[in-house]
């Protein structure tokens, strides 16, 4: 600054007013550079910081689809597997001979225990909710977001039909008792008579098997859309290793 002070002054003092006016300008020229090339330097830093948090949010997303699809294929093969169960049990109708006790017991094995489908989409909600999901290329934000409706669809229709068939279980508890009940009484005879569970034994057979056709229905259609959704998390799983990769 003290150099281009003296030559101003130089300048001015020799009366040099043409080649003033030139320093001038280059002055000023010098001085927009500067401020240019200090945006430039700044516009490099942001964009440097965008990158890494991206980066971040990149590992979250794997992390939170790799979860997911483990958690998806782990409710198809227990949906799967209670499906095959009570496959079985229908089959039993082909023999002639099939007794309404031997239903009861078969009715009775089957589980009728309900399942509450959550997905972790934390990473998503933080990006939905921060504005910071603008750093995702449209493309792949897009790609999200379907799959977070997806989810929470499948997450409602669960949700759904386990409140349908509570109904028939709350009603199947007050016909047959606590589950133990029949083996406590197994000892106690006159109690036994005296409350005669015998005489709900076809109503209890009839709710389990709404309450079994219930959950077929149910988790066939669970199976369906986790299925798909775990196709989903592929697909947007090598979206973003390739955002990764650039």
């Known amino acids: 600054m003290k150099l281009f002070r003296k030559i101003r002054q130089n300048l001015l003092s020799t009366g040099r007013i043409r080649n003033y006016l030139k320093y001038a300008i280059g002055e000023i020229v010098l001085v927009v550079i500067g401020i240019l090339l200090a945006l430039q330097i700044n516009n490099w830093n942001v964009l440097r910081k965008q990158q890494a948090k991206t980066q ?3 590992q979250q997303l794997l992390d939170d689809m790799k979860a997911d699809k483990e958690y998806a294929r782990f409710l198809i ?3 799967e597997s209670q499906r095959a169960a009570y496959n079985k049990y229908l089959e039993k109708f082909n023999t002639p001979a099939y007794t309404k006790n031997a239903m009861y017991k078969d009715l009775l094995a089957l589980n ?7 997905f972790d989409i934390s990473t998503l909600e ?7 999901i603008v750093l995702l290329p449209p493309d792949l934000r897009n790609k999200l977001l379907d799959l977070r409706l997806h989810m929470q669809k499948v997450t409602a229709d669960e949700r759904l039909d ?3 068939k509570s109904e028939v279980v709350e009603h199947l508890s007050i016909l047959m008792g606590e589950k133990s009940l029949e083996e406590r009484l197994s000892n106690q005879k006159v109690l036994k008579k005296e409350l005669n569970l015998e005489r709900n034994k076809n109503e209890i057979i009839l709710s389990l098997e709404a309450i079994q056709g219930w959950m077929n229905f149910s988790e066939l259609k669970s199976i369906h859309l986790l299925k798909e959704i775990t196709k989903e998390i592929d697909a947007v799983e090598k979206m973003i290793v390739k955002e990764v990769r650039k």
């Open 162 to 164: 386990n409140t349908s």
């Open 112 to 118: 009728m225990e309900s399942y509450s489908i959550n």
């Open 126 to 132: 933080s990006l939905q909710n921060s504005g910071e």
């Open 56 to 58: 971040v949010y990149y």
């Open 77 to 79: 093969n227990k949906f």
